[in-house]
């Protein structure tokens, strides 16, 4: 479990409005580590409404879908495409969408590796999305 001190340490470089922290607050402890191991919501355009929706998710138990989970890395580096492990890690990518670009053949891994992803503002759904194309 997390510590109140954990949680008042993520709420201090977080700061977000009273009672979105307070929500955070009011979790069950593995539900705040949850919440809290998604990492920061600094660049967030509106932080306190991120962390809502991740205290949200933490409620629902969608923490299972790899959807906001920063991804973990390839299982074996001899099939990953460098030019797409850059690309998760430069825009950190969530486990879903690395995942998919993972499974893709070699050929179409080069081909998402170019993808103009620093136009996004949501990096991870707009590869989704253009994963979604006929080219893919």
Do not use: W
């Not at 967030?44 to 790899?66: K, T, Y």
């Not at 998760?88 to 690395?98: E, F, H």
């Amino acid at each position: 479990p997390i510590s109140s001190h954990e949680v008042e340490a993520f709420l201090a470089v977080n700061p977000v409005e009273p009672h979105a922290a307070q929500r955070l607050r009011s979790l069950p402890a593995d539900k705040q580590r949850f919440v809290v191991e998604r990492g920061s919501l600094m660049g967030a355009r509106d932080p306190s409404a991120v962390l809502i929706s991740r205290v949200r998710d933490a409620m629902a138990g969608s923490h299972n879908l790899g959807l906001g989970v920063p991804a973990p890395p390839p299982m074996s580096a001899a099939g990953a495409h460098p030019g797409l492990e850059a690309l998760i890690a430069r825009y950190n990518l969530d486990a879903r969408c690395a995942q998919m670009l993972r499974s893709l053949t070699p050929d179409k891994q080069a081909l998402a590796a170019e993808l103009p992803v620093h136009e996004a503002r949501n990096p991870s759904a707009f590869v989704m999305a253009q994963l979604q194309l006929p080219r893919f």
